[in-house]
């Protein structure tokens, strides 16, 4: 079946410090690819997404490109702050089979001032 | 506007006890989902409803546990006896509809603790 592997944390950078969390997908085809981000006390929202190969999503900041060869979608930002410490996740939606959102288990990121 | 609102927050009970969860959606969202959270991990899918009618039920432990979306707008998750197993955060979500790069907007869960 369909599944998201991301890197796992805690990932501890100080303000400022540029971040990369790693994740690719393993599916049929080649499927929609999103992040999520989980604020402390809050649900689930969504960062950023890409529906295609070379798509590049970006918000707040935070910029992931669709690497067709890889089915990866790193998420990137060049210059952490303390607000952005959170958990997460990297998820994919199949174009085809069971069509259910797949998500990685999470990484946490905590930015030190 | 208002988000996803799901009650109670916590929930501890005994193994063997029922117990249910409620979810109210953002208003004209016809896709309603299910998920659980076990610790550490990333959510996993119980069922999606469109409308009032469960359309991807296939990881619902249909021996235990129960779902309804009556009148297509909010939604009761129920298990019954619950097991020591199911702790875990239950998540809800709806979107406007189902389809490729469509947004989830997530409830902040149940968190459920099974003694």
């Known amino acids: 079946g369909d599944s998201v592997t991301q890197m796992e944390g805690p990932v501890t950078l100080s303000e400022e410090a540029f971040l990369t969390i790693n994740c690719t997908y393993t599916a049929t085809g080649y499927p929609s690819l999103f992040w999520y981000v989980q604020y402390p006390g809050e649900g689930l929202q969504l960062l950023l997404k890409?529906?295609?190969?070379?798509d590049k999503g970006s918000n707040k900041g935070f910029e992931a490109t669709y690497r067709k060869e890889t089915t990866s979608f790193h998420l990137e930002k060049g210059s952490v702050q303390v607000s952005d410490s959170a958990v997460y996740f990297c998820?994919?939606?199949?174009?085809?089979?069971?069509?259910?959102?797949?998500f990685g288990s999470g990484t946490r990121l905590q930015v030190q001032p | 506007e208002a988000g996803v609102v799901q009650s109670p927050r916590y929930k501890i009970i005994e193994k063997k006890q029922p117990v249910a969860f409620w979810c109210n959606p953002i208003s004209g969202h016809n896709t309603l989902y299910w998920y659980r959270q076990n610790l550490g991990q990333g959510p996993e899918l119980l069922i999606r409803y469109e409308n009032e009618e469960a359309v991807d039920d296939s990881q619902l432990p249909k021996d235990r546990f129960s779902a309804e979306r009556l009148k297509g707008v909010d939604s009761t998750l129920k298990i019954q006896p619950a097991e020591l197993g199911d702790s875990a955060v239950y998540l809800c979500?709806?979107?406007?509809?189902f389809g490729e790069g469509e947004k989830l907007f997530f409830g902040s869960g149940t968190q459920l603790s099974v003694l």
């Open positions: 890409a529906t295609k190969a070379d």
């Open positions: 998820a994919g939606l199949s174009g085809t089979g069971r069509r259910a959102l797949t």
């Open positions: 979500a709806s979107s406007q509809s």
